[in-house]
Each structure stands twice: as structure tokens, then as C-alpha cells.
């Protein structure tokens, strides 16, 4: 096992392409404060308030733990190196080396993700004569993208083990939240706080009405990790049987 964990922690942190999912923590929040309300609407928000609210963007940094998480496990079978490394370290050490490895990656991705929007949501603030408010709130949001990411890069290698394909997980994981989830975390919050998407949202504290407190985002969030471990658990077995 600490073999597996040692090859899988390896591989999550090398390559060009995780320099690029590690990218996508800031970009995602980019994103979305490029298409939102013009920061000029901050105006008449306290200080506090408006940092929450630009800082609070900083929770899509999560997506690209739950990307991270599914290219652990999606690009074996991609380059069709899956059964090797089942065959050299068993089915249940790689596994479970995929899950803590994706749960480590997701983690420091939310943690570059808040420490770059941490100065974005600085400079932003500044040029709309803002400051920057480092209070409960602010640390709150931060500490749950971190601890969010880390449970999205399991959702993520969940998803992974589950369809193995690379294209496939890539839409499960990237385009589901931004095109289905994100519409509905802003409509119809009552509904996607049941959801993967609205639980990190909550954890992260995102200043959105009739999202679940943090610790109870949490267990929703856990739940639906858990159940999807369980069928990828189940599915890799039988795979294996055939």
C-alpha cells in the first residue's frame, strides 16, 4: 500500500497536464467574476460584505479537484496502463492509493486556488476603493474550499473508476457543474444544496440564501463521496472477475 501511495503522490504532482488542473483553480473563479455583475455594484457593500461575495468565487476552485481526482484514475485507462499497475500493486492497494492520492492533489489545489484569489480579490477590491476584510467569514470560506477540494478529488477518482473514460469523466466532472449545478445554485438554491455542487458550495461558505450550514453541506457532500465509492468499489471488483 505505501508503495502504491508513494507512485500515486508521484503522479499527481508531475507532468505538464497537472500544472494545468492546478491552473484551473484560479481560472475558475476568474471565470465566473468575468461574467458576473461589474464590480462597481460592491459600492454599496460594507467591506466586509464585499469580500465575501468576491471572495466566495474562490469555491469553484473545487472543480478542478474533482477534474484532478478523475485524471488520477481516467488516464490509466486512457493509456491503457490500468492492468499493470493492477497486476504489480493489487486491486485494492492502487485503489485506495488513487483515492488519498486525489484527495491530497484536490486539497492543494484548493489551497493555490485560495492563496492566488486571495491577491485577485485584493487587487479587485482595492480598485472599487474596497479593502480586503480577513474575518470569520473569510477564513471560514477558505479552510472549506481547501477541505471541499480535498472531498471533491474522491468524488472525482469515485466518478473516474466509475465510467473510465477520460472524456466522459472530463464532462461528469467539468461541464455538469458549470452548465447544470451553477444555474441552479443561483435559482433554486433549495434544491442544489441536496446536490454535489451545492454541498461544496455550503462548505465553502459561498453567500448564497437557503444553502445548508457548513457541517451539514459536509455530511451531504460525504454522503454522496461515500456512495459513489461504494459502486466504483463494486464495479472494479466485477470488472476484475470477468
Known amino acids: 500500500m505505501r508503495d502504491a501511495l508513494k507512485a500515486e503522490l508521484l503522479k499527481t504532482r508531475s507532468g505538464y497536464a497537472m500544472l494545468g488542473v492546478f491552473g484551473y483553480a484560479v481560472l475558475c473563479p476568474v471565470l465566473l467574476l468575468w461574467s458576473g455583475p461589474s464590480l462597481s455594484a460592491l459600492g454599496d457593500r460594507t467591506d466586509g460584505a464585499a469580500t465575501h ?20 484514475v481516467t488516464r490509466e485507462y486512457y493509456y491503457k496502463s490500468i492492468l499493470r499497475s493492477l497486476l504489480q500493486q493489487g486491486r485494492r492497494n492502487v485503489f485506495a492509493a488513487k483515492v ?13 486556488g485560495v492563496a492566488c484569489w486571495t491577491v485577485v480579490t485584493w487587487a479587485a477590491l482595492r480598485s472599487e476603493g474596497r479593502h480586503l476584510t480577513l474575518d470569520a467569514t ?105
Open 53 to 72: 461575495l468576491v471572495f466566495g468565487l474562490v469555491a469553484s476552485a473545487t472543480i478542478a479537484g474533482m477534474f484532478l481526482g478523475s485524471y488520477v
Open 100 to 112: 488519498l492520492a486525489s484527495a491530497a492533489g484536490g486539497a492543494l489545489c484548493g489551497l493555490l
Open 138 to 242: 473569510t477564513w471560514g470560506i477558505g479552510l472549506g474550499t481547501v477541505l471541499g477540494s480535498a472531498l471533491a478529488g474522491v468524488w472525482g477518482a469515485a466518478v473516474g473508476w466509475i465510467v473510465r473514460g477520460y472524456y466522459l469523466a472530463m464532462a461528469l466532472v467539468l461541464v455538469l457543474p458549470m452548465v447544470v449545478e451553477l444555474p441552479l445554485l443561483l435559482n433554486a438554491p433549495a434544491v442544489e444544496r441536496f446536490l454535489p455542487g451545492g454541498a461544496l458550495a455550503g462548505l465553502a461558505r459561498v453567500p448564497v440564501d437557503g444553502l445548508f450550514p457548513a457541517p451539514v453541506s459536509a455530511l451531504v457532500f460525504v454522503a454522496w463521496a461515500a456512495a459513489a465509492l461504494l459502486t466504483a468499489r463494486r464495479l472494479v471488483r466485477r470488472r476484475e472477475a470477468e
